[in-house]
């Protein structure tokens, strides 16, 4: 028996009916025009309200988030993460098919940088900024000592972003690791997309040492 799908969660994290960005909210129309049956709307985050980790990604794809409603699943990136989170305890089965599949996340949670489709799936930096209240309130909720997990540029400038820090004293780099307030890392990781693991700049062992390390720092900070 299947259960309900996961609640939203708080209003700080997330508005399901946010119309904030115009040519998001013009982009959402025209695709639940043509998709009538995706979820076509804000994706809220997935995963334990009071996780440890906190994994950030872009925006919802096409046809995975945005169909479904749930980051990163129907879609190729979503292969690769829910395989490799099961690996490593954060999550209770190894593949995300629906919003009322019964996975569930522990310890860990996933989220966006922009929780709606952008067109060619590529935010402006305005929709970014507007998105970004949303993520400072989520990082808060990690508390003292939380892991965020940054995949590619765009979600690691966007943590940084709500942190109030800059590019240029933290640099991008898979696997790099830097120092947030409140005792906080910032862990990078290569976006797990097909493109990337298809031209092999991330490799499944790449992207599972970044996870492994994820775990590590995770047990560090609970114990």
């Given at each position: 028996m299947r259960r309900a799908p996961d609640p939203d969660p708080p209003a700080d994290w997330f508005e399901p009916e946010c119309r904030r960005c115009p040519r998001?909210?013009?982009?959402?129309?025209?695709?639940?025009?043509?998709?009538?049956?995706y979820h076509a709307a804000p994706v809220p985050p997935f995963g334990d309200p009071d996780a440890i980790?906190?994994?950030v990604g872009l925006a919802p794809g096409m046809h995975g988030a945005n169909a479904t409603g749930r980051p990163f699943t129907g879609d190729y990136a979503g292969i690769l993460l829910y395989e490799t989170l099961h690996r490593f305890g954060f999550s209770?089965?190894?593949?995300?098919?629906?919003?009322?599949?019964?996975?569930?996340?522990?310890?860990?949670?996933?989220?966006?940088a922009v929780k709606c489709l952008p067109p060619q799936n590529k935010p402006t930096v305005a929709e970014v900024k507007s998105c970004n209240p949303y993520l400072q309130a989520e990082l808060r909720s990690l508390g003292q000592?939380?892991?965020?997990?940054?995949?590619?540029l765009v979600a690691h400038n966007a943590v940084l972003r709500a942190f109030g820090l800059t590019q240029s004293v933290h640099r991008?780099?898979?696997?790099?690791?830097?120092?947030?307030?409140g005792d906080r890392i910032l862990l990078d990781s290569y976006h797990c997309s097909r493109y990337n693991t298809q031209t092999r700049r991330?490799?499944?062992?790449?992207f599972r040492s970044v996870v492994a390390r994820a775990r590590?720092?995770?047990?560090?900070?609970?114990?």
């Open positions: 998001l909210r013009d982009h959402l129309a025209t695709v639940r025009a043509g998709f009538p049956d980790v906190l994994i209770s089965r190894a593949e995300s098919l629906a919003r009322d599949d019964g996975l569930e996340l522990a310890a860990c949670r996933i989220t966006n000592g939380g892991v965020v997990l940054a995949l590619g991008f780099g898979h696997g790099a690791e830097h120092v947030l307030h991330l490799t499944v062992e790449m590590e720092l995770a047990d560090q900070r609970r114990d």
